[in-house]
Protein backbone atom coordinates (compact mmCIF):
# COMPACT_ATOMS: atom_id res chain seq x y z
CA UNK A 1 0.00 0.00 0.00
CA UNK A 2 1.07 3.64 -0.57
CA UNK A 3 2.24 5.56 2.35
CA UNK A 4 -1.31 7.36 2.35
CA UNK A 5 -4.59 6.02 0.70
CA UNK A 6 -5.58 10.00 0.43
CA UNK A 7 -6.20 10.64 -3.12
CA UNK A 8 -3.99 12.21 -5.76
CA UNK A 9 -5.81 15.36 -7.58
CA UNK A 10 -4.13 17.87 -10.26
CA UNK A 11 -1.22 19.22 -9.31
CA UNK A 12 -0.32 16.68 -6.65
CA UNK A 13 3.34 15.07 -7.25
CA UNK A 14 3.29 11.81 -9.33
CA UNK A 15 3.90 8.96 -7.43
CA UNK A 16 7.36 7.45 -7.73
CA UNK A 17 8.17 4.15 -10.01
CA UNK A 18 6.11 0.86 -9.21
CA UNK A 19 8.77 -0.61 -7.01
CA UNK A 20 10.51 -4.06 -8.81
CA UNK A 21 8.29 -6.67 -7.33
CA UNK A 22 5.30 -4.74 -7.46
CA UNK A 23 2.41 -4.06 -9.64
CA UNK A 24 0.60 -0.44 -8.68
CA UNK A 25 -3.75 -0.12 -8.97
CA UNK A 26 -4.60 3.09 -9.81
CA UNK A 27 -8.35 3.17 -7.77
CA UNK A 28 -10.93 5.44 -5.94
CA UNK A 29 -11.76 3.69 -2.54
CA UNK A 30 -15.10 3.13 -3.07
CA UNK A 31 -15.77 2.40 -6.84
CA UNK A 32 -17.06 -0.65 -7.31
CA UNK A 33 -14.87 -1.31 -10.66
CA UNK A 34 -11.72 -0.64 -9.13
CA UNK A 35 -13.25 -2.97 -5.93
CA UNK A 36 -13.09 -6.10 -8.70
CA UNK A 37 -9.52 -5.70 -9.34
CA UNK A 38 -8.64 -4.88 -5.23
CA UNK A 39 -10.38 -8.01 -4.53
CA UNK A 40 -8.29 -10.01 -7.67
CA UNK A 41 -4.94 -8.45 -5.62
CA UNK A 42 -6.07 -9.51 -2.45
CA UNK A 43 -7.54 -13.43 -3.35
CA UNK A 44 -4.21 -13.87 -5.21
CA UNK A 45 -2.18 -12.36 -2.55
CA UNK A 46 -0.01 -10.13 -4.95
CA UNK A 47 2.13 -7.65 -3.59
CA UNK A 48 1.11 -4.02 -4.45
CA UNK A 49 0.35 -0.25 -3.80
CA UNK A 50 -2.48 1.27 -4.45
CA UNK A 51 -2.90 4.90 -5.63
CA UNK A 52 -5.89 6.97 -5.27
CA UNK A 53 -7.46 9.42 -7.59
CA UNK A 54 -9.35 12.28 -7.28
CA UNK A 55 -12.09 11.55 -10.02
CA UNK A 56 -13.23 15.20 -10.52
CA UNK A 57 -10.09 16.55 -11.08
CA UNK A 58 -7.32 14.20 -12.36
CA UNK A 59 -3.64 15.03 -11.98
CA UNK A 60 -1.68 15.45 -15.62
CA UNK A 61 0.24 12.78 -14.86
CA UNK A 62 -2.46 9.94 -14.43
CA UNK A 63 -4.03 11.37 -17.90
CA UNK A 64 -0.57 10.74 -19.33
CA UNK A 65 -0.85 6.97 -18.46
CA UNK A 66 -4.16 6.54 -19.47
CA UNK A 67 -5.38 9.14 -21.35
CA UNK A 68 -9.25 7.64 -20.53
CA UNK A 69 -8.68 8.16 -17.21
CA UNK A 70 -10.27 5.34 -15.64
CA UNK A 71 -10.12 3.56 -12.66
CA UNK A 72 -8.74 0.72 -12.01
CA UNK A 73 -5.60 1.49 -14.35
CA UNK A 74 -2.84 -1.15 -13.17
CA UNK A 75 0.97 -0.53 -13.70
CA UNK A 76 3.89 -2.84 -13.61
CA UNK A 77 7.80 -1.88 -12.71
CA UNK A 78 8.43 -1.44 -16.63
CA UNK A 79 5.41 1.06 -17.41
CA UNK A 80 3.04 -1.10 -18.95
CA UNK A 81 -0.55 0.18 -18.29
CA UNK A 82 -3.69 -2.50 -18.18
CA UNK A 83 -7.35 -1.02 -17.70
CA UNK A 84 -10.53 -1.87 -17.84
CA UNK A 85 -11.82 -3.87 -14.59
CA UNK A 86 -12.16 -7.44 -16.42
CA UNK A 87 -8.90 -7.00 -18.44
CA UNK A 88 -7.24 -6.39 -15.56
CA UNK A 89 -8.35 -9.20 -13.67
CA UNK A 90 -7.70 -11.66 -16.24
CA UNK A 91 -4.71 -10.00 -17.16
CA UNK A 92 -3.44 -10.44 -12.91
CA UNK A 93 -5.05 -14.31 -12.87
CA UNK A 94 -2.56 -14.92 -15.74
CA UNK A 95 0.36 -13.46 -14.68
CA UNK A 96 0.06 -14.35 -11.41
CA UNK A 97 -0.62 -17.83 -11.37
CA UNK A 98 -0.73 -18.84 -7.71
CA UNK A 99 -4.40 -19.34 -6.56
CA UNK A 100 -6.04 -19.30 -10.12
CA UNK A 101 -9.54 -17.73 -10.14
CA UNK A 102 -10.28 -18.39 -13.80
CA UNK A 103 -11.07 -22.03 -14.44
CA UNK A 104 -8.78 -23.82 -16.63
CA UNK A 105 -11.38 -25.81 -18.96
CA UNK A 106 -12.18 -23.37 -21.73
CA UNK A 107 -16.23 -23.40 -21.53
CA UNK A 108 -15.97 -23.01 -17.78
CA UNK A 109 -14.20 -19.72 -18.64
CA UNK A 110 -16.53 -19.35 -21.84
CA UNK A 111 -19.08 -19.67 -19.42
CA UNK A 112 -18.20 -17.04 -17.01
CA UNK A 113 -17.33 -14.47 -19.26
CA UNK A 114 -21.11 -15.18 -20.47
CA UNK A 115 -22.33 -14.48 -17.08
CA UNK A 116 -20.37 -11.49 -16.98
CA UNK A 117 -21.95 -9.84 -20.06
CA UNK A 118 -25.17 -10.84 -18.73
CA UNK A 119 -24.11 -8.86 -15.10
CA UNK A 120 -23.25 -5.85 -17.68
CA UNK A 121 -27.08 -4.88 -17.93
CA UNK A 122 -27.48 -5.35 -13.58
CA UNK A 123 -24.91 -2.76 -12.90
CA UNK A 124 -26.56 0.09 -14.58
CA UNK A 125 -29.84 -0.14 -12.93
CA UNK A 126 -27.56 0.38 -9.52
CA UNK A 127 -27.51 3.59 -10.64
CA UNK A 128 -31.20 4.38 -12.00
CA UNK A 129 -33.24 3.19 -9.27
CA UNK A 130 -31.33 5.48 -6.51
CA UNK A 131 -30.99 8.41 -8.97
CA UNK A 132 -34.72 7.92 -9.78
CA UNK A 133 -35.58 7.43 -5.97
CA UNK A 134 -33.66 11.00 -5.12
CA UNK A 135 -35.44 12.71 -8.02
CA UNK A 136 -38.75 11.00 -5.88
CA UNK A 137 -39.63 8.80 -8.96
CA UNK A 138 -41.75 5.91 -9.06
CA UNK A 139 -38.84 3.02 -9.14
CA UNK A 140 -40.82 0.39 -9.01
CA UNK A 141 -40.64 -1.05 -12.74
CA UNK A 142 -37.30 -0.86 -12.55
CA UNK A 143 -37.01 -2.69 -9.23
CA UNK A 144 -39.29 -4.97 -10.75
CA UNK A 145 -37.12 -5.30 -13.86
CA UNK A 146 -33.75 -5.70 -11.21
CA UNK A 147 -35.64 -8.51 -9.65
CA UNK A 148 -36.20 -10.10 -13.17
CA UNK A 149 -32.58 -10.17 -13.56
CA UNK A 150 -31.91 -11.22 -10.58
CA UNK A 151 -34.16 -14.35 -11.04
CA UNK A 152 -31.60 -15.45 -13.92
CA UNK A 153 -29.02 -15.41 -11.67
CA UNK A 154 -30.79 -17.40 -9.09
CA UNK A 155 -31.69 -20.09 -11.70
CA UNK A 156 -27.73 -20.63 -12.61
CA UNK A 157 -26.78 -21.11 -8.93
CA UNK A 158 -29.76 -23.71 -8.64
CA UNK A 159 -29.13 -25.59 -11.95
CA UNK A 160 -25.63 -25.61 -10.74
CA UNK A 161 -26.60 -26.62 -7.21
CA UNK A 162 -23.53 -25.00 -6.12
CA UNK A 163 -22.75 -22.20 -3.34
CA UNK A 164 -20.81 -20.13 -6.18
CA UNK A 165 -21.16 -19.40 -9.34
CA UNK A 166 -18.02 -21.44 -10.50
CA UNK A 167 -18.59 -24.31 -8.08
CA UNK A 168 -18.08 -24.67 -4.57
CA UNK A 169 -15.26 -22.15 -3.67
CA UNK A 170 -15.23 -18.50 -5.05
CA UNK A 171 -13.82 -18.17 -8.46
CA UNK A 172 -12.99 -14.78 -10.77
CA UNK A 173 -16.88 -14.41 -11.91
CA UNK A 174 -18.50 -14.37 -8.04
CA UNK A 175 -15.65 -11.32 -7.44
CA UNK A 176 -16.98 -9.66 -10.66
CA UNK A 177 -20.33 -9.52 -8.98
CA UNK A 178 -19.85 -8.92 -5.56
CA UNK A 179 -19.06 -5.15 -5.34
CA UNK A 180 -22.73 -4.30 -6.40
CA UNK A 181 -24.03 -6.92 -3.81
CA UNK A 182 -21.96 -4.95 -1.10
CA UNK A 183 -23.72 -1.74 -1.90
CA UNK A 184 -27.64 -2.66 -1.72
CA UNK A 185 -27.90 -2.06 1.64
CA UNK A 186 -26.71 1.49 0.78
CA UNK A 187 -28.99 2.06 -1.35
CA UNK A 188 -31.99 0.43 0.19
CA UNK A 189 -32.14 -2.59 -2.51
CA UNK A 190 -31.85 -5.17 -0.49
CA UNK A 191 -35.75 -6.63 -0.60
CA UNK A 192 -35.00 -7.09 -4.00
CA UNK A 193 -33.62 -10.01 -3.32
CA UNK A 194 -36.28 -11.73 -1.23
CA UNK A 195 -37.85 -13.40 -4.01
CA UNK A 196 -34.05 -15.42 -4.81
CA UNK A 197 -33.14 -17.02 -1.94
CA UNK A 198 -30.13 -18.92 -3.24
CA UNK A 199 -28.72 -15.67 -4.79
CA UNK A 200 -29.68 -13.85 -1.52
CA UNK A 201 -27.76 -17.17 0.58
CA UNK A 202 -25.04 -16.28 -2.48
CA UNK A 203 -24.63 -13.00 -0.61
CA UNK A 204 -24.10 -14.61 2.54
CA UNK A 205 -21.25 -16.84 1.34
CA UNK A 206 -19.49 -14.12 0.04
CA UNK A 207 -19.43 -11.90 3.13
CA UNK A 208 -17.92 -15.19 4.86
CA UNK A 209 -14.60 -14.82 2.62
CA UNK A 210 -11.98 -12.91 3.98
CA UNK A 211 -10.80 -11.58 0.99
CA UNK A 212 -14.43 -9.69 0.78
CA UNK A 213 -14.08 -8.87 4.22
CA UNK A 214 -10.75 -7.35 4.07
CA UNK A 215 -11.83 -5.22 0.94
CA UNK A 216 -15.33 -3.91 2.46
CA UNK A 217 -16.71 -1.06 3.35
CA UNK A 218 -19.77 -0.53 5.91
CA UNK A 219 -22.67 0.24 4.74
CA UNK A 220 -23.00 3.72 6.97
CA UNK A 221 -19.67 4.36 4.77
CA UNK A 222 -21.11 4.10 1.50
CA UNK A 223 -23.82 6.25 3.09
CA UNK A 224 -21.77 9.24 3.56
CA UNK A 225 -20.05 8.86 0.36
CA UNK A 226 -22.68 8.48 -1.73
CA UNK A 227 -24.65 11.82 -0.38
CA UNK A 228 -21.52 13.87 -1.08
CA UNK A 229 -20.99 12.01 -4.43
CA UNK A 230 -24.85 12.34 -5.61
CA UNK A 231 -24.47 16.52 -4.25
CA UNK A 232 -21.71 16.26 -6.67
CA UNK A 233 -19.25 17.33 -3.97
CA UNK A 234 -17.70 13.53 -3.48
CA UNK A 235 -15.72 12.86 -0.41
CA UNK A 236 -12.85 10.69 -2.02
CA UNK A 237 -11.34 10.31 1.52
CA UNK A 238 -14.04 10.25 3.84
CA UNK A 239 -13.06 7.53 6.72
CA UNK A 240 -9.15 8.26 6.68
CA UNK B 1 -21.32 -26.44 -43.63
CA UNK B 2 -24.63 -27.02 -43.62
CA UNK B 3 -26.32 -28.93 -46.70
CA UNK B 4 -28.25 -25.39 -47.32
CA UNK B 5 -27.09 -21.94 -46.08
CA UNK B 6 -30.52 -21.11 -46.26
CA UNK B 7 -31.51 -19.38 -42.83
CA UNK B 8 -34.37 -21.30 -40.67
CA UNK B 9 -37.13 -19.56 -39.06
CA UNK B 10 -39.87 -20.83 -36.40
CA UNK B 11 -41.51 -23.79 -37.49
CA UNK B 12 -38.37 -25.39 -39.46
CA UNK B 13 -36.96 -28.60 -38.02
CA UNK B 14 -34.49 -28.96 -35.78
CA UNK B 15 -30.91 -29.38 -37.40
CA UNK B 16 -29.65 -32.89 -36.39
CA UNK B 17 -26.47 -33.28 -33.55
CA UNK B 18 -23.53 -31.46 -33.74
CA UNK B 19 -21.01 -33.71 -35.54
CA UNK B 20 -18.11 -35.54 -33.06
CA UNK B 21 -15.58 -33.94 -34.99
CA UNK B 22 -17.43 -30.85 -35.68
CA UNK B 23 -18.51 -27.40 -33.80
CA UNK B 24 -21.70 -25.95 -35.15
CA UNK B 25 -22.15 -21.83 -35.71
CA UNK B 26 -25.62 -20.70 -35.09
CA UNK B 27 -25.30 -17.41 -37.48
CA UNK B 28 -26.68 -14.79 -40.12
CA UNK B 29 -24.87 -14.94 -43.38
CA UNK B 30 -24.63 -10.50 -43.13
CA UNK B 31 -24.40 -10.17 -39.26
CA UNK B 32 -21.25 -8.47 -38.47
CA UNK B 33 -20.75 -9.85 -34.94
CA UNK B 34 -21.41 -13.75 -36.57
CA UNK B 35 -18.66 -12.60 -38.85
CA UNK B 36 -16.41 -12.33 -36.28
CA UNK B 37 -16.72 -16.07 -35.19
CA UNK B 38 -16.50 -16.93 -38.82
CA UNK B 39 -13.53 -15.17 -39.71
CA UNK B 40 -11.40 -17.42 -36.48
CA UNK B 41 -13.13 -20.53 -37.81
CA UNK B 42 -11.72 -20.65 -41.36
CA UNK B 43 -8.58 -18.85 -40.25
CA UNK B 44 -7.94 -21.47 -38.03
CA UNK B 45 -9.09 -24.11 -40.27
CA UNK B 46 -11.41 -25.50 -37.88
CA UNK B 47 -14.23 -27.92 -38.96
CA UNK B 48 -17.41 -26.97 -38.63
CA UNK B 49 -20.98 -26.47 -40.08
CA UNK B 50 -23.13 -23.47 -40.67
CA UNK B 51 -27.09 -22.80 -39.27
CA UNK B 52 -28.29 -19.45 -40.18
CA UNK B 53 -30.89 -18.43 -38.62
CA UNK B 54 -33.84 -15.98 -39.32
CA UNK B 55 -33.59 -13.03 -36.58
CA UNK B 56 -37.03 -11.89 -37.56
CA UNK B 57 -38.75 -15.49 -36.50
CA UNK B 58 -36.75 -17.46 -34.40
CA UNK B 59 -37.14 -21.25 -34.12
CA UNK B 60 -38.10 -22.40 -30.82
CA UNK B 61 -35.42 -25.01 -30.69
CA UNK B 62 -32.62 -22.17 -31.22
CA UNK B 63 -34.49 -20.00 -28.30
CA UNK B 64 -33.85 -23.19 -26.01
CA UNK B 65 -30.14 -23.45 -26.78
CA UNK B 66 -29.65 -19.75 -26.51
CA UNK B 67 -32.58 -17.62 -24.71
CA UNK B 68 -31.00 -14.97 -26.08
CA UNK B 69 -31.19 -16.01 -29.71
CA UNK B 70 -28.31 -14.28 -30.34
CA UNK B 71 -25.67 -14.77 -33.03
CA UNK B 72 -23.15 -16.11 -33.36
CA UNK B 73 -23.90 -18.82 -31.26
CA UNK B 74 -21.51 -21.85 -30.85
CA UNK B 75 -22.88 -25.42 -30.11
CA UNK B 76 -20.25 -28.46 -29.54
CA UNK B 77 -20.92 -32.11 -30.13
CA UNK B 78 -22.06 -32.68 -26.03
CA UNK B 79 -24.26 -29.71 -26.44
CA UNK B 80 -22.40 -27.12 -24.77
CA UNK B 81 -23.23 -23.56 -26.05
CA UNK B 82 -21.14 -20.46 -26.44
CA UNK B 83 -22.06 -16.88 -27.04
CA UNK B 84 -21.03 -13.62 -27.67
CA UNK B 85 -18.87 -12.44 -30.31
CA UNK B 86 -15.54 -12.20 -28.49
CA UNK B 87 -16.24 -14.73 -25.95
CA UNK B 88 -16.89 -17.08 -28.96
CA UNK B 89 -13.51 -16.48 -30.58
CA UNK B 90 -11.54 -16.82 -27.49
CA UNK B 91 -12.99 -19.76 -26.51
CA UNK B 92 -12.19 -21.28 -30.51
CA UNK B 93 -8.63 -19.93 -30.21
CA UNK B 94 -8.00 -21.54 -26.65
CA UNK B 95 -9.53 -24.64 -27.50
CA UNK B 96 -7.87 -25.45 -31.11
CA UNK B 97 -4.46 -24.75 -30.17
CA UNK B 98 -3.40 -25.10 -34.14
CA UNK B 99 -2.79 -21.21 -35.59
CA UNK B 100 -3.15 -19.36 -32.38
CA UNK B 101 -4.45 -15.68 -33.09
CA UNK B 102 -3.87 -14.41 -29.67
CA UNK B 103 -0.81 -13.61 -28.44
CA UNK B 104 0.53 -15.51 -25.80
CA UNK B 105 1.95 -13.01 -23.84
CA UNK B 106 -0.50 -11.53 -21.01
CA UNK B 107 0.11 -7.88 -21.69
CA UNK B 108 0.06 -8.41 -25.45
CA UNK B 109 -3.64 -9.82 -24.56
CA UNK B 110 -4.64 -7.38 -22.53
CA UNK B 111 -3.79 -4.66 -25.37
CA UNK B 112 -6.12 -6.28 -27.92
CA UNK B 113 -8.63 -6.64 -25.23
CA UNK B 114 -8.30 -2.82 -24.27
CA UNK B 115 -8.41 -2.20 -27.79
CA UNK B 116 -11.62 -3.99 -29.08
CA UNK B 117 -13.29 -1.89 -25.52
CA UNK B 118 -12.39 1.03 -27.36
CA UNK B 119 -13.46 -0.14 -31.17
CA UNK B 120 -17.34 -1.30 -28.97
CA UNK B 121 -17.45 2.51 -28.97
CA UNK B 122 -16.91 2.66 -33.13
CA UNK B 123 -19.35 0.02 -34.20
CA UNK B 124 -22.83 2.40 -33.13
CA UNK B 125 -21.59 4.84 -35.56
CA UNK B 126 -22.16 2.05 -38.33
CA UNK B 127 -25.58 2.14 -37.83
CA UNK B 128 -26.21 6.08 -36.17
CA UNK B 129 -24.79 7.12 -39.50
CA UNK B 130 -27.21 5.51 -41.88
CA UNK B 131 -30.01 5.58 -39.82
CA UNK B 132 -29.50 9.51 -39.58
CA UNK B 133 -28.77 9.74 -43.96
CA UNK B 134 -32.08 7.57 -44.44
CA UNK B 135 -33.96 10.06 -42.13
CA UNK B 136 -32.76 13.05 -44.53
CA UNK B 137 -30.62 14.04 -41.15
CA UNK B 138 -27.21 16.20 -41.00
CA UNK B 139 -24.64 13.49 -39.89
CA UNK B 140 -21.69 15.38 -40.28
CA UNK B 141 -20.60 15.93 -36.43
CA UNK B 142 -21.43 11.94 -36.39
CA UNK B 143 -18.92 11.28 -39.33
CA UNK B 144 -16.67 13.90 -37.30
CA UNK B 145 -17.15 11.96 -34.50
CA UNK B 146 -16.26 9.02 -35.84
CA UNK B 147 -13.35 10.12 -38.16
CA UNK B 148 -11.91 11.22 -34.72
CA UNK B 149 -12.11 7.48 -33.34
CA UNK B 150 -10.17 6.11 -36.26
CA UNK B 151 -7.52 9.12 -35.02
CA UNK B 152 -6.88 7.05 -32.27
CA UNK B 153 -6.42 3.61 -34.02
CA UNK B 154 -4.24 5.29 -36.82
CA UNK B 155 -2.61 6.38 -33.94
CA UNK B 156 -1.94 2.91 -32.19
CA UNK B 157 -0.60 1.78 -36.16
CA UNK B 158 1.42 4.26 -36.27
CA UNK B 159 3.27 3.60 -32.80
CA UNK B 160 3.39 0.12 -33.24
CA UNK B 161 4.81 0.94 -37.28
CA UNK B 162 3.36 -2.55 -37.47
CA UNK B 163 1.09 -3.67 -40.97
CA UNK B 164 -1.56 -5.09 -38.78
CA UNK B 165 -2.84 -3.90 -34.86
CA UNK B 166 -1.19 -6.95 -32.97
CA UNK B 167 2.33 -6.81 -35.25
CA UNK B 168 3.01 -8.22 -38.80
CA UNK B 169 1.13 -10.86 -39.21
CA UNK B 170 -2.82 -10.95 -38.42
CA UNK B 171 -3.90 -11.65 -35.30
CA UNK B 172 -7.33 -11.98 -33.02
CA UNK B 173 -7.74 -7.97 -32.52
CA UNK B 174 -7.93 -7.15 -36.61
CA UNK B 175 -10.30 -10.06 -37.41
CA UNK B 176 -12.35 -8.57 -34.49
CA UNK B 177 -12.86 -5.14 -36.37
CA UNK B 178 -12.59 -6.18 -40.00
CA UNK B 179 -16.51 -6.97 -40.47
CA UNK B 180 -17.21 -3.07 -40.22
CA UNK B 181 -14.79 -1.87 -42.43
CA UNK B 182 -16.18 -4.46 -45.07
CA UNK B 183 -19.31 -2.70 -44.56
CA UNK B 184 -17.68 0.72 -45.59
CA UNK B 185 -18.63 1.57 -48.67
CA UNK B 186 -22.11 -0.36 -48.61
CA UNK B 187 -22.84 2.38 -46.32
CA UNK B 188 -20.94 5.62 -48.02
CA UNK B 189 -18.59 6.29 -45.46
CA UNK B 190 -14.91 5.08 -47.10
CA UNK B 191 -14.29 8.70 -47.29
CA UNK B 192 -13.97 8.93 -43.32
CA UNK B 193 -10.91 7.09 -43.69
CA UNK B 194 -9.19 9.69 -45.60
CA UNK B 195 -7.11 10.98 -42.74
CA UNK B 196 -6.42 8.18 -41.25
CA UNK B 197 -3.68 6.84 -44.05
CA UNK B 198 -2.50 4.47 -41.60
CA UNK B 199 -5.49 2.24 -40.90
CA UNK B 200 -6.44 2.81 -44.94
CA UNK B 201 -3.81 1.07 -45.52
CA UNK B 202 -3.97 -1.58 -42.61
CA UNK B 203 -7.90 -2.35 -44.35
CA UNK B 204 -6.11 -2.74 -48.05
CA UNK B 205 -3.56 -5.57 -46.30
CA UNK B 206 -6.83 -7.21 -44.32
CA UNK B 207 -8.25 -7.24 -48.04
CA UNK B 208 -5.50 -9.61 -49.32
CA UNK B 209 -6.25 -11.72 -46.46
CA UNK B 210 -7.43 -15.42 -47.58
CA UNK B 211 -9.88 -15.86 -44.47
CA UNK B 212 -11.00 -11.80 -45.40
CA UNK B 213 -11.61 -13.06 -48.79
CA UNK B 214 -13.36 -16.08 -48.06
CA UNK B 215 -15.43 -15.00 -45.41
CA UNK B 216 -16.90 -11.24 -47.26
CA UNK B 217 -19.92 -10.22 -49.21
CA UNK B 218 -19.47 -7.92 -52.17
CA UNK B 219 -20.60 -3.92 -51.64
CA UNK B 220 -23.56 -4.80 -54.31
CA UNK B 221 -24.97 -7.59 -51.93
CA UNK B 222 -24.80 -5.97 -48.69
CA UNK B 223 -26.33 -2.84 -50.55
CA UNK B 224 -29.35 -5.21 -51.10
CA UNK B 225 -29.45 -6.95 -47.80
CA UNK B 226 -28.89 -3.59 -46.12
CA UNK B 227 -31.83 -1.83 -48.57
CA UNK B 228 -34.32 -4.83 -46.97
CA UNK B 229 -33.03 -4.86 -43.64
CA UNK B 230 -33.60 -1.12 -43.24
CA UNK B 231 -37.25 -1.25 -45.26
CA UNK B 232 -38.07 -4.05 -42.11
CA UNK B 233 -37.87 -7.10 -44.19
CA UNK B 234 -34.10 -8.63 -44.41
CA UNK B 235 -33.47 -10.54 -47.32
CA UNK B 236 -31.55 -13.17 -45.19
CA UNK B 237 -31.40 -15.48 -48.16
CA UNK B 238 -30.36 -12.88 -50.99
CA UNK B 239 -27.62 -14.36 -53.12
CA UNK B 240 -28.38 -17.89 -52.69
Redesign the interface.
Known amino acids: MAASQKCLGKGSPAPGPVPKDHIRLYSMRFCPFAQRTRLVLNAKGIKHDIVNINLKNKPDWFLEKNPLGLVPTLE?PSG?V???SP??C??LD??YPEKKLLPSD??E??QQ??LL?LFSKVTPYFYKIPVGQSKGEDVSSLEAELKEKFAQFNETLVNKKTKFFGGDSITMIDYMMWPWFERMEMIDLKHCLDDTPRLKKWTEHMLEDPTVKATMFSTDTYKVFYKSYMEGNPNYDYGL
Open positions: TQIYEITEYEVPFRAKME
